[in-house]
Nanobody, 130 residues
């Protein structure tokens, strides 16, 4: 099971950018064997999947609302996944979490946006406001 730590959140004006990081550690931790997803939860709303990346081949997936604005990437040497967020909108405000699951369950985490792996970060707050 991976331990995950997010960082990089903050307050930004509409139209601005932020880059989130998700650092993985733990016994046998290597991104090659995992899919890493970014989720967010806005106040009063359910948690939603945002983006996902395969640690093996780097294939990605995005929810429609962030396509063209967000880019997910990974650096396997650093065991870190990034989420570059551009053209931020107030609707992007929320707590952003990363989660990991084994590649065998990539459909579940990256398409159904569900995981029972227990590998979640503590979250990082993103606030988009003028």
């Amino acid at each position: 099971q991976l331990q995950l730590v997010e960082s990089g959140g903050g307050l930004v004006q509409p139209g601005g950018s932020l880059k989130l990081s998700c650092a993985a550690s733990g016994s046998g931790s290597t991104l090659d064997n995992y899919a890493i997803a970014w989720f967010r939860q806005a106040p009063g709303k359910e948690r939603e999947g945002v983006s996902c990346i395969s640690g093996s081949d780097g294939s990605t997936r995005y929810v429609d609302s962030v396509k063209g604005r967000f880019t997910v990437s990974r650096d396997n040497a650093k065991n870190t996944v990034y989420l570059q967020m551009n053209s931020l909108e107030p609707e992007d405000t929320g707590v952003y979490y990363c989660a990991a699951d084994r590649l065998i369950r990539i459909f579940k985490i990256c398409v159904l946006w569900q995981t029972d792996s227990g590998s979640w970060g503590q979250g990082t707050q993103v606030t988009v406001s003028s």
